[in-house]
């Protein structure tokens, strides 16, 4: 087998809509798409910066060819030679001089072409002409018929394109095309691996087992005679013949006491080389006609979906041991996807392993990811539920849509097989929960929506090609009951999507259920302010912090996509923090806010485990500059909620709650050793006056949860305006505090200069000492306003009276250290109680009627 790559010499061209003067012919990248070709000729502005993403909207309906010189030599007796395409974005035509080759509506597969016959060593044009994505999608709307989504007339539903190009309540509306992974040419002879498929298992013995499933393509130029089917993995070999005209071909491989994968937190990820080979019967063949090699772990995997008295579990059981997940979505770390590099990802998964999360959701509406992904995810032992990519629509089950799907669900399937990582397959995104709850059913009558797919499609292609995996009908769903009986969102079956939160009602109200499992939650809060900087500008083209009211400034709402997104960051805050006049106190109290808001869920999610068996946090990443659900923000700065999940996390952990107006502390342990002690608790005064105390003692077993009621007289407060509850368990840097007070900061006497801070030079940064001479909520240092590159180790730390705290900053700048230790850099909760407040009117205080993408991811 010989590979050809054809990353150079490409132009692109438009061919057809609305082109700017000065725009023609152009150097292309591929892999790449217009948007960066453009971007790097200077030709159109960052759609990220300012309000540049409606300068670019003349893209979504432009018509545009690649183009490249092609010359095949000859090919040799028995020789095949395919062009292959892995993947377009999307609809397109390719055709080599006059020749068309095929067509493409899907940007979820990739393509080969038998071009055997032009190997002539003549020069020829090979030519990819993109029709807009928005044309192709209303022309099969039209007849199709429509089909309600929540980003209705966007056409996203009717073309096989990652969903979320056409704009989300977090992401530019940039609607790309283009050649956006590798092209080639690849010759080879006799026969070829069309498609293998390991199916890998690991024996309650310690055996580890893989079957490899092999399709063969034979050239069909030479008699088809008899192959040999090889695999290999840790020293075991085994190998079958395929007989004259057979195309397919199963290998078994035993490996005795196989290292076992386990996911982060539960053991080590080690991963096998796994490999295959295909080789001609005959005494000639001196060497394989083709090699496929991957990384494979043994691990088992099902979903536990039992009913119980609390309802039906969701529970993952990996290896036997069920898993306590701690999960974040993900969406495409750029909307650019070509700019994702591995390197990226790299520190995207490094800061999802740093928040103490063991599991990321590849969301329905966003892309299947690259190789690139999967195998950091397998090497980290972070655990993938991928969705299949339908969300938060109707789709038409007619064709051509049908075979689409069909088709890219059968390749990614296969494709993905080999990584350990991905333990669950979901049918989509919000499909079912919308078709009863947002009015679908009176809108589409009798035409079809997608329920094929979920119920029938995807299990089936599963059961075909993958059946070691465990399928999850939709997120939401309720497992084995029709949704006309009990609903898809319903908490206590199966998994949950928390929305009314944030859109519609206080954070607090997330203790009002204990979900199964809840797949979707989260609360918005704005970027890092330096991100906030460097991208959003105020309409007059100033700084955007100068602006009268900025975030009301025309160019910060292009970079807040949420219906209402400032009334409800504004509505969230009020009862807790108030609504501060100022935008950078506003800016602070909505980060602040975001975190508090998350970490209210996870506390409480956390302490009800095993009959809460998992959380997946609305976002980790974002893909571009905004105002979002995300923890950390598109240039790659952690949030303060980021802060907040590594806090909340913590695979050892201690957090004090309500549970029937009685507080109680909580001490979760997900390790493997008990953990045993004493909690100290107290109550005392903000300034640090101890007015009552107790030792309760610890005793959590392994991968389990301890509540313990806290005694009545150190739980409630003589003056609730002036006192804290602080329960402590442990020593030293094992020592865990969590805080409770019986008000909101608003009622609370908080000192707003209750610290004192001293920064110093240290090797690699700075280090900065802080002491609280009375309760200090949530100390933060924001680096980044000082310099771009600038960290800090630790945010959101909360100080007892008396108490210090050590941070470090890490930076290659030279920072002003008055400036380190002072506002707006150096805050706290307690600062906000010192500042102009802004009214927000009465009726605020209770959201708006719902609209349906509020409800939607």
Not at 657 to 677: A, C, Q, S
Not at 701 to 707: C, D, E, L, N
Not at 727 to 733: D, F, K, L, V
Request: hydrophobic residues 40%.
């Amino acid at each position: 087998m010989q590979h050809h790559d054809l990353t150079d010499g490409w132009t692109v061209t438009p061919t057809a809509g609305p082109v700017p003067a000065g725009i023609g012919t152009l150097d292309a990248a591929v892999p790449g798409s217009v948007h960066t070709d453009l971007l790097a000729a200077g030709l159109i502005p960052d759609p990220y910066l300012d309000a540049n993403e409606d300068a670019v909207r003349w893209l979504h309906d432009t018509d545009w060819q690649y183009e490249r010189g092609l010359t095949l030599a000859p090919a040799a007796d028995g020789e095949r030679v395919d062009l292959v395409l892995d993947g377009v974005d999307t609809v397109a035509t390719v055709a080599v001089g006059t020749r068309v080759l095929g067509t493409s509506a899907n940007m979820h597969r990739s393509y080969r072409y038998d071009v055997r016959d032009l190997a002539d060593g003549r020069s020829r044009l090979l030519t990819v002409d993109l029709r807009s994505a928005t044309a192709y999608g209303d022309e099969l709307r039209d007849a199709l018929g429509a089909r309600p989504s929540a980003y209705s007339p966007r056409p996203f539903n009717f073309v096989r394109k990652m969903a979320c190009s056409f704009g989300w309540d977090w992401g530019p509306d940039l609607r790309t095309l283009g050649l956006w992974k590798p092209v080639r040419v690849e010759r080879w002879s006799v026969a070829r691996l069309a498609r293998v498929r390991p199916l890998v298992a690991l024996d309650p013995d310690g055996t580890g087992r893989v079957a490899v499933h092999v399709d063969v393509e034979r050239s069909g130029l030479a008699p088809a005679g008899p192959l040999t089917v090889r695999a290999t993995v840790l020293g075991v070999s085994a190998s079958v013949s395929v007989p004259a005209g057979a195309d397919t071909a199963a290998v078994e491989l035993a490996v005795p006491d196989a290292p076992v994968w386990w996911p982060v937190g539960h053991g080590t990820q080690p991963l096998a080389d796994l490999e295959v080979t295909l080789a001609a019967d005959a005494p000639s063949a001196d060497a394989p006609l083709d090699t496929w090699r991957r990384r494979i772990g043994f691990r088992s995997v099902v979903l536990d979906t039992a009913d119980d008295e609390h309802g039906t579990r969701f529970t993952l059981v990996v290896n036997g041991r069920a898993v306590d997940v701690r999960g974040a979505n993900w969406i495409p770390d750029d909307h650019l996807v070509t700019r994702i590099t591995r390197e990226r990802l790299d520190a995207r998964l490094d800061q999802a392993l740093g928040a103490h999360l063991n599991l990321l959701r590849v969301w329905g509406g966003g892309m299947y990811e690259s190789e690139d992904f999967y195998a950091a995810c397998d090497e980290r032992g972070l655990l993938v539920w991928q969705d299949f990519l339908l969300a938060c629509a109707a789709y038409p089950e007619e064709e051509p849509l049908r075979s689409e799907i069909e088709a890219e669900a059968r390749e990614n399937v296969v494709r993905l097989m080999p990584h350990p990582s991905l333990v669950l397959w979901n049918g989509g995104n919000e499909n079912l929960w919308g078709h009863e709850d947002w009015g679908w059913k009176q809108e589409l009558g009798d035409a079809t929506w997608g329920r094929w797919y979920a119920e029938e499609l995807f299990p089936a292609v599963l059961a075909e090609l993958d059946p070691t995996r465990p399928y999850a009908t939709n997120s939401p769903f309720t497992p084995r009951r029709d949704p006309e009986d009990v609903h898809p969102n319903d908490p206590d079956h199966g998994s949950h999507h928390q929305w009314e939160v944030w859109n519609r009602v206080d954070y607090t109200v997330y203790r009002s259920e204990i979900p199964r499992f809840c797949s979707e939650f989260g609360f918005q809060g704005p970027p890092a302010w330096r991100t906030l900087a460097e991208s959003v500008h105020a309409a007059d083209g100033g700084p955007l912090a100068g602006a009268p009211a900025p975030q009301e400034d025309p160019v910060f709402l292009v970079h807040q996509k949420a219906e209402d997104g400032n009334g409800k960051l504004d509505r969230g805050m009020a009862p807790h923090l108030g609504v501060p006049a100022d935008f950078a106190d506003w800016h602070w109290a909505a980060q602040l806010n975001q975190a508090r808001a998350v970490r209210h869920a996870v506390e409480h999610y956390r302490s009800w485990w095993p009959r809460t068996a998992g959380w997946i946090v609305w976002q980790l990443n974002d893909c571009w500059p905004v105002t979002s659900w995300a923890a950390v923000d598109g240039a790659g700065r952690p949030k303060p909620l980021w802060f907040a999940l590594r806090a909340a996390g913590e695979p050892r952990a201690v957090f004090l709650t309500e549970r029937d107006e009685v507080l109680h502390v909580v001490v979760t342990n997900d390790t493997d050793e008990p953990w045993t002690g004493t909690a100290e608790v107290r109550r005392e005064s903000l300034v640090g006056v101890v007015a009552a105390a107790a030792h309760l003692p610890v005793e959590v077993a392994p991968r389990s949860v301890a509540v313990l009621p806290v005694p009545r007289d150190v739980a409630t407060p003589g003056d609730p305006a002036a006192e804290v509850v602080l329960a402590r368990c442990g020593t030293g840097p094992d020592a865990r505090l969590a805080t409770w007070t019986a008000v909101e900061d608003v009622d609370l006497h908080l000192d707003p200069d209750a610290v004192r801070a001293t920064a110093a030079r240290e090797p690699g940064g700075y280090r900065v000492d802080v002491v609280a001479r009375s309760y200090a909520a949530d100390v933060t240092l924001h680096v980044d306003r000082l310099a771009a590159d600038a960290t800090v180790d630790q945010a959101l730390v909360t100080l007892p009276a008396g108490e210090r705290a050590t941070f470090h900053v890490r930076t290659a700048e030279v920072l002003d250290l008055a400036a380190l230790v002072a506002a707006p850099v150096l805050r706290s909760a307690n600062d906000l109680r010192g500042v102009a407040q802004r009214e927000i009117p009465q009726d605020l205080g209770a959201a708006p009627a719902p609209l349906e993408a509020e409800a939607v991811r």
